[in-house]
């Protein structure tokens, strides 16, 4: 069963806000997120208090929290590498 992905603000601004082609790779990549929440390339973010992991789109990050319980993942934020860390 698929995690239900939820997103928090600065995330669905970005998403709002995002060029057609760059929103439908994100969109692409987070449907297999919600299938595999861990994939091969997904790396855990050290010095955050939750476990925040994070996945490329080419130049882009996305930043997401993974909740077992209510089988829901936070996508916290998007952005370019330069401004997401």
Known sequence: ???????A????KFLKNA???LHDRII???NKLADEPFPPDAK???GRQ??????RVGD??????????EKKILVADIDK?????
């Not at 590498?81 to 860390?85: D, T, V």
Request: charge should be positive.
């Open 28 to 30: 692409e990549k987070l």
């Open 81 to 85: 590498r330069s401004r997401i860390y």
């Open 60 to 69: 882009y990050r996305i930043l997401y929290v993974v909740y077992f319980e």
């Open 9 to 12: 603000g600065p995330a669905a």
């Open 50 to 55: 939750e476990k925040v992991f994070r996945v």
């Open 44 to 46: 855990r973010i050290v």
């Open 1 to 7: 069963m698929p995690f239900e992905l939820a997103f």
């Open 19 to 21: 060029e057609r082609k």
